[in-house]
């Protein structure tokens, strides 16, 4: 909203005392955000419609008779609103008052605890003392199905988990049953949520404890997570999320909002895919195999000993990389291989029979393709190989007789004898596997979730991630093992930074050209080519 | 209406709002006469006269949704309204009359008729507490115990009919004849007790009248 005092649709407003102009139609409560004031309401959502039935928004209007709802007020040139006003605040307090009469305090063992709307609000501007003394009504909980779990008790009746299923997933499971202070979410009768491909949404957005994950029940309290932003890796759409981690763990995924990407949702697909990031089998230092026997290394050594190997003289390269790798890591794979005097890099991507789009926004969909970076390794000129399972594809490559070099893949489909025709076979990952641990040089990698990087979407949209975990031992970015090697046989620079990878992948790939990590922020940016989507 | 021209001609449809003249009843019937005692026969309180009978004394929980003069009564309730889902309570009122209460398939089954989900229908069938999400015995006795009534006895009315059919309150009697249940407001405040039954209204009741009303009503099912 910088340039909207431009446009000649704008209206001119005071909140609380500050001048905001905003385009015509925005709410009181969009144009108070805008000011940076947060308005506390429940059952408003950015993503969703508005019944304005929480009263929680209520803000005074001069010139209005009564206090009136900031998230479906519109905005009107002159309009003098008061958001802490004597009325607006004594009102709150009330409010909140009446949630309270049937929320059970249990904070201690509820996971919202810590992220809760009802506990900030009521911390903010609630009574410091309840004055009910009937007894709360009691729901207890009810299972959903799928993740999800319904503690009744907790519930505001917000029913943004009702419109949610409405209007976005378009699938209307959840409904209020009942009426008056017996009122509850519920489905029909035992049919839950189960299979609706994107319900883990309603707990995201569940403003308290109502609606809760199995996956995530009393694993951690909310204030104990590190928010970690990065993209999902488990389909080519690219939705932005932030990870959740604690004591160097992923706990949880949860969508960031990127309303171009995903809105303010992700699937049920991608969210439950994160345990493969705290897998602890790792390869945690260089391993130098020499006739068989594997000798752990450090990387000067193992860097040391493997440029002689490559300057022994080189035999025709041929490399396989990784759609889970970034942008950066398959650039830097490309010059190493260009440098090595050119090859054919191949990648093997798993494919789902069909996409999931969310019929809300159905620029967001499940996409078929289940790797992040397939995209990446099509602009940087690498050839997809295998089948549907990111299986096979490489039995030529298994008995290759020159020089072989593997990147990200687990190569989990293959037997121990892969590559060992090979004359110089090297495998640089972050798990070990058989095909994997018989490479004559072992070089550990970290995964996306360790790195800082970039993906390019579906659509060609490049999009940053940062590091949310600490690399096991040695592990180090592709990017800067193979930059280093490349270096070396060039006598180049090596990047020091993810940054400056990703300027040497511009320099390789014209499509990644006049994009940079200040450009591309933390909304992405669309590569200079016209869209191609693939599978189509 | 006339007192001495209605007194003994042939019931004639008074017109009140609701009536589509699709029942053939007596003006007894309507009146409720027989069943309260002494009033003036040429009626008294409107609220006497059913509007629609919500629920038919002969309840098939099996029957179909809807053939017949049903299947043309519920194309009527379809033309008065602009699109299906605002047809829903007319349509639950429909087939709470011909089965005696609202099941969880009877929910599916409307929802399915009006292109809703089966959640919204039951979310909405739940708001309303006039439709029995419950098994009600053939005759759902409903005694007012609000303001009005409850001033004048309507807790001493509701024991008896208790008493007098020997069950729970919501429960069905053991010769299925009877469901008694408290409810608010009947709008009757003018001749408390007031108590709905099936769809008649019973006014002015004391807890002296309920054995006769009860034997009444015994005896037309038997």
């Known amino acids: 909203m910088a340039e909207n005092s431009q446009t000649p649709e704008s209206v001119t407003l005071t909140i609380d005392g500050r001048a905001v102009t905003v385009p015509k139609g925005t709410t009181i409560l969009q144009a108070a955000e805008a000011l940076g004031n947060r308005i506390p309401h429940y059952c408003y959502h950015p993503g969703l419609s508005a019944p304005a039935q929480c009263r929680l928004c209520l803000v005074e209007v001069e010139g209005a008779p009564k206090l009136q709802p900031s998230c479906i007020t519109e905005v009107q040139d002159g309009q003098v609103v008061l958001t802490e006003s004597e009325e607006a605040t004594r009102q709150r307090t009330g409010v909140l008052e009446f949630y309270l009469a049937n929320h059970p305090l249990d904070c201690p063992i509820c996971d919202q605890s810590g992220e809760c709307k009802l506990q900030d609000y009521v911390h903010a501007e609630g009574r410091k003392h309840g004055r009910s003394r009937e007894p709360k009504r009691v729901f207890g909980r009810d299972d959903f199905g799928g993740d999800i779990l319904f503690y009744g008790d907790r519930c505001v009746m917000c029913t943004r988990c009702v419109r949610f299923m409405n209007e976005m997933a378009q699938d209307p499971r959840l409904t209020v049953v009942e009426r008056g202070n017996r009122s509850i979410i519920d489905t029909f009768f035992e049919e839950g949520v189960e299979g609706s491909p994107y319900a883990g949404n309603i707990v995201d957005i569940c403003p308290v404890g109502a609606l809760v994950s199995k996956d995530f029940l009393h694993k951690a309290r909310a204030w104990d997570l590190d928010h970690k932003p990065t993209i999902c890796p488990n389909c080519s759409q690219g939705c932005n999320i932030d990870l959740h981690v604690r004591d160097n763990r992923v706990q949880r995924l949860k969508p960031r909002a990127n309303l171009e990407v995903n809105q303010y949702w992700m699937c049920d697909y991608g969210r439950h895919r994160y345990e493969w990031m705290n897998r602890d089998d790792r390869i945690e230092s260089p391993v130098v195999n020499r006739s068989g026997q594997p000798v752990p290394s450090d990387w000067s050594e193992a860097l040391e000993a493997l440029h002689g190997r490559l300057e022994e003289g080189v035999r025709p390269v041929k490399a396989v990389a990784s759609p889970f790798a970034s942008n950066e890591d398959l650039a830097a794979l490309r010059h190493l291989v260009d440098a090595l005097g050119g090859g054919e890099i191949v990648y093997r991507l798993p494919r789902a029979d069909r996409e999931i789009p969310l019929p809300g926004f159905p620029r967001l969909s499940r996409r078929r393709d289940l790797a992040p970076n397939g995209r990446g390794a099509e602009i940087l000129g690498m050839e997809r190989v295998g089948d549907d399972e990111g299986a096979g594809g490489l039995d030529e490559l298994a008995h290759y007789t020159g020089t072989l070099v593997v990147l990200g893949d687990e190569l989990a489909d293959l037997e121990a004898d892969f590559g060992q025709q090979a004359a110089l076979y090297i495998y640089v990952g972050s798990h070990p596997s058989p095909a994997a641990s018989q490479a004559d040089y072992l070089l550990p990698a970290t995964t996306f979730a360790e790195q800082e990087g970039t993906f390019t979407n579906h659509e060609g949209r490049v999009q940053r991630f940062w590091p949310g975990l600490q690399a096991p031992g040695l592990a180090r970015p592709a990017w800067l093992v193979l930059g280093a090697l490349a270096a070396r046989m060039e006598g180049g620079g090596v990047p020091t930074s993810a940054a400056e990878a990703f300027v040497q992948a511009a320099e390789l790939a014209p499509e990644f050209q006049g994009l940079t990590y200040e450009s591309i922020g933390t909304r992405g940016a669309i590569i200079n080519e016209p869209v191609a989507l693939p599978g189509a | ?222």
């Open chain 2, 1 to 222: 209406m006339s007192d001495e021209t209605t007194e003994r001609a042939p019931f004639r449809n008074p017109g009140w709002a609701g009536n589509t003249g699709e029942f053939e009843l007596s003006e007894d019937e309507v009146r409720g006469r027989s069943y309260v005692g002494e009033h003036a026969p040429e009626g008294g309180h409107p609220s006497r006269v059913p509007t629609v009978p919500y629920m038919l004394p002969e309840k098939d929980p099996e029957a179909p949704l809807f053939e017949g003069p049903y299947a043309e009564r519920f194309e009527k309730i379809l033309s008065r309204y602009p699109n299906r889902r605002a047809a829903l309570l007319p349509t639950l009122n429909l087939a709470q009359e011909l089965r005696g209460r609202v099941s969880p398939e009877t929910m599916a089954e409307v929802a399915q008729l009006l292109g809703l989900s089966d959640a919204y229908v039951r979310g909405v069938a739940t708001f309303y507490t006039m439709y029995n999400k419950r098994p009600v015995g053939r005759y759902l006795i409903q005694v007012c115990t609000n303001v009005s009534c409850n001033l004048c006895g309507g807790d001493e009315v509701l024991a008896a009919f208790l008493e007098h059919t020997g069950t729970e309150a919501g429960e069905i009697s053991d010769d299925g004849l009877f469901t008694v249940m408290e409810v608010e407001c009947l709008a009757a405040c003018g001749f408390p007790t007031a108590v709905q039954i099936n769809s008649r209204y019973f006014e002015n009741v004391t807890p002296d009248d309920v054995p006769a009303v009860l034997d009444r009503l015994r005896e037309e099912a038997s």
